[in-house]
């Protein structure tokens, strides 16, 4: 039984990214409303009744934001951290969360799933690995910095979605207020793209299918910058290396 994975879309505007192994379907982070959510899961041929389990990695809008709403209309159980389940609306049924603790790997029906927590400036972070016994698929967005601890759960992956957040010269020569620049390139911010090709370069990428840039900025960012940046570290052509897109995700990728 195959694992695969698909983008309903990445970047501030809204996260959202399914995990599949036979019937088991994980959503992580849900950051698009009711009806947008469900018109990009049915772009991937997806009912919200498909969904086994929503995971959330933190509290910020661009990935909690359409996740109550649709985990209670749609009666999908929801894990997340103590620190991230805080801010969830006071009304979401007790009976849909499942508190996690960010250094234990926890089981959903056929997919195993690996949190691991990340410096970002939420109350309790975390970004998640999945496996079903034999393939690993790492998924990690919103980190400032790298840590060993991250770089652990990110090497000897078969897949990687790997956050480029900006380029650090438009960035700097960007429109954004400085302290909002302060903010994004601090260590409790967002990879730019040379962090997230750094870290690719330490990483033992020998079982390696996909690699994926996700959560650019539409403003501070280009899609053939953070290509360039990711292919250059695997030593690879840059037509290897994908994009998820705010608008499009990406389509789905067997490992
Ligand atoms: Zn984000
Ligand atoms: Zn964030």
Same mark, same amino acid.
């Given at each position: 039984?195959?694992?695969?994975?698909?983008?309903?879309?990445?970047?501030?505007?809204?996260?959202?990214?399914?995990?599949?192994?036979?019937?088991?379907?994980?959503?992580?982070?849900?950051?698009?409303?009711?009806?947008?959510?469900?018109?990009?899961?049915?772009?991937?041929?997806?009912?919200?009744?498909?969904?086994?389990?929503?995971?959330?990695?933190?509290?910020?809008?661009?990935?909690?934001?359409?996740?109550?709403?649709?985990?209670?209309?749609?009666?999908?159980?929801?894990?997340?951290?103590?620190?991230?389940?805080?801010?969830?609306?006071?009304?979401?049924?007790?009976?849909?969360?499942?508190?996690?603790?960010?250094?234990?790997?926890?089981?959903?029906?056929?997919?195993?799933?690996?949190?691991?927590?990340?410096?970002?400036?939420? @109350?309790?972070?975390?970004? %998640?690995?999945?496996? $079903?016994?034999?393939?690993?698929? #790492?998924?990690?967005?919103? &980190?400032? +910095? !790298?840590?060993?601890?991250?770089?652990?759960?990110?090497?000897?992956?078969?897949?990687?979605?790997?956050?480029?957040?900006?380029?650090?010269?438009?960035?700097?020569?960007?429109?954004?207020?400085?302290?909002?620049?302060? @903010?994004?390139?601090?260590? %409790?911010?967002?990879? $730019?793209?040379?962090?997230?090709? #750094?870290?690719?370069?330490? &990483?033992? +990428? !020998?079982?390696?299918?996909?690699?994926?840039?996700?959560?650019?900025?539409?403003?501070?960012?280009?899609?053939?910058?953070?290509?360039?940046?990711?292919?250059?570290?695997?030593?690879?052509?840059?037509?290897?290396?994908?994009?998820?897109?705010?608008?499009?995700?990406?389509?789905?990728?067997?490992?």
């Amino acid at each position: 039984m195959a694992l695969r994975f698909a983008s309903l879309g990445s970047g501030s505007s809204g996260n959202g990214l399914v995990v599949e192994r036979g019937r088991t379907r994980i959503l992580m982070d849900c950051g698009f409303t009711l009806g947008d959510t469900a018109f990009r899961l049915g772009r991937l041929g997806l009912r919200p009744a498909d969904l086994t389990a929503i995971v959330v990695t933190h509290e910020h809008t661009d990935h909690l934001g359409g996740v109550a709403r649709f985990a209670k209309r749609h009666a999908i159980v929801v894990h997340l951290t103590r620190g991230t389940a805080l801010s969830l609306p006071l009304d979401f049924p007790a009976t849909l969360v499942r508190f996690i603790d960010p250094h234990a790997p926890f089981e959903v029906d056929d997919l195993l799933v690996d949190p691991f927590p990340v410096p970002h400036d939420a @109350r309790e972070p975390v970004q %998640f690995a999945f496996s $079903d016994g034999a393939v690993r698929l #790492a998924v990690a967005t919103d &980190l400032g +910095v !790298s840590t060993p601890h991250v770089e652990e759960k990110l090497t000897r992956c078969d897949a990687l979605v790997l956050e480029c957040n900006h380029d650090p010269g438009l960035l700097a020569g960007g429109t954004y207020p400085r302290a909002l620049k302060e @903010r994004i390139s601090g260590r %409790f911010g967002h990879l $730019d793209n040379n962090s997230a090709a #750094a870290i690719v370069s330490r &990483l033992d +990428v !020998s079982r390696l299918k996909h690699m994926v840039a996700a959560h650019l900025s539409t403003e501070n960012n280009r899609p053939d910058l953070a290509v360039l940046a990711l292919a250059g570290a695997l030593g690879c052509e840059d037509s290897w290396v994908g994009v998820a897109s705010q608008h499009e995700g990406f389509d789905w990728r067997s490992v």
